[in-house]
């Protein structure tokens, strides 16, 4: 099984529907990829009076290398907080750094998972396990929308056009809205979908689904794990939904932590080098 993330870029074809339909899929993953960053940019240009977006997008890189965070999570971070003022030591007030919360549920061979990226992997991991699937995928909201940031199982037509969720079209959409786990036991009959998004689940051998957010200790929904089956699906026992309802408070209480100290030390040190 392969894990991949990101948006893909563009791929060679020969023209026909299916090329034009890729293309054109391919072309909405770059826009809105770059949607995001686009609006970092401008705001660090306008902040410190860079030269370029290029040099914008430059300290966004360094920093997000630096600090092992990605560059789209580093740019929205960027865009929501209120925007740095000249003189300013920080962007963010340095305050005392919190110990990372516990992950009982994804601990394994008594180590923790060390990353962003390592604790997503893991949770998907679990994930199937609970489910009993071998296809999945896990998504965080951004900007409105779910990103896919990684998955395993799930063939290139299912990972390019679910990318970007950003329609209530789809189960883990609604299972997002509705801040709950959502269950679709056969994909081909369930009106969950719109024709476009069933026929891409389908193809990609999955038959059922089941969704589940992942929750900040408010409540809120920032992020959403679903597995895939290839056989309709029963709905979960009582024990595997609470299984799931645990391990997406224990993730979404370590990826809000995760932002208010990794990320705001790697906005901070951009800061720090923008002002030199």
């Given at each position: 099984?392969?894990?991949?993330?990101?948006?893909?870029?563009?791929?060679?074809?020969?023209?026909?529907?299916?090329?034009?339909?890729?293309?054109?899929?391919?072309?909405?993953?770059?826009?809105?990829?770059?949607?995001?960053?686009?609006?970092?940019?401008?705001?660090?240009?306008?902040?410190?009076?860079?030269?370029?977006?290029?040099?914008?997008?430059?300290?966004?890189?360094?920093?997000?290398?630096?600090?092992?965070?990605?560059?789209?999570?580093?740019?929205?971070?960027?865009?929501?907080?209120?925007?740095?003022?000249?003189?300013?030591?920080?962007?963010?007030?340095?305050?005392?750094?919190?110990?990372?919360?516990?992950?009982?549920?994804?601990?394994?061979?008594?180590?923790?998972?060390?990353?962003?990226?390592?604790?997503?992997?893991?949770?998907?991991?679990?994930?199937?396990?609970?489910?009993?699937?071998?296809?999945?995928?896990?998504?965080?909201?951004?900007?409105g929308m779910l990103r896919m940031e990684h998955h395993t199982g799930l063939n290139g037509l299912f990972t390019d056009y679910f990318t970007f969720v950003d329609a209530s079209t789809t189960s883990c959409a609604q299972a997002a809205e509705q801040s709950r786990q959502v269950t679709v036991e056969d994909v081909a009959a369930s009106d969950a979908f719109d024709e476009d998004?069933?026929?891409?689940?389908?193809?990609?051998?999955?038959?059922?689904?089941?969704?589940?957010?992942?929750?900040?200790?408010?409540?809120?929904?920032?992020?959403?794990?679903?597995?895939?089956?290839?056989?309709?699906?029963?709905?979960?026992?009582?024990?595997?939904?609470?299984?799931?309802?645990?391990?997406?408070?224990?993730?979404?209480?370590?990826?809000?932590?995760?932002?208010?100290?990794?990320?705001?030390?790697?906005?901070?040190?951009?800061?720090?080098?923008?002002?030199?």
């Amino acid at each position: 099984m392969s894990e991949n993330s990101g948006a893909p870029g563009p791929r060679p074809g020969g023209g026909g529907p299916r090329d034009t339909e890729q293309q054109a899929i391919d072309a909405r993953n770059r826009k809105l990829a770059r949607a995001g960053v686009a609006r970092a940019e401008r705001l660090l240009v306008s902040s410190y009076r860079l030269s370029s977006e290029q040099e914008a997008f430059d300290l966004l890189r360094s920093a997000s290398q630096r600090f092992n965070v990605k560059l789209h999570t580093l740019a929205e971070t960027a865009v929501h907080l209120p925007a740095p003022r000249p003189g300013d030591p920080s962007w963010v007030p340095d305050r005392p750094r919190p110990a990372a919360p516990p992950l009982p549920v994804l601990r394994a061979d008594g180590r923790w998972p060390a990353d962003d990226g390592a604790v997503l992997k893991t949770a998907l991991q679990r994930t199937l396990h609970i489910t009993g699937a071998e296809m999945g995928n896990v998504q965080l909201v951004q900007n409105g929308m779910l990103r896919m940031e990684h998955h395993t199982g799930l063939n290139g037509l299912f990972t390019d056009y679910f990318t970007f969720v950003d329609a209530s079209t789809t189960s883990c959409a609604q299972a997002a809205e509705q801040s709950r786990q959502v269950t679709v036991e056969d994909v081909a009959a369930s009106d969950a979908f719109d024709e476009d998004s069933r026929r891409a689940i389908l193809q990609t051998g999955s038959r059922a689904c089941h969704s589940a957010p992942l929750l900040s200790p408010r409540g809120t929904v920032i992020g959403m794990i679903s597995s895939h089956h290839d056989r309709p699906l029963q709905p979960l026992t009582a024990a595997r939904s609470a299984a799931l309802d645990q391990l997406g408070r224990q993730v979404g209480r370590w990826l809000v932590w995760h932002r208010n100290t990794t990320v705001i030390s790697a906005l901070n040190h951009l800061h720090t080098t923008a002002t030199r």
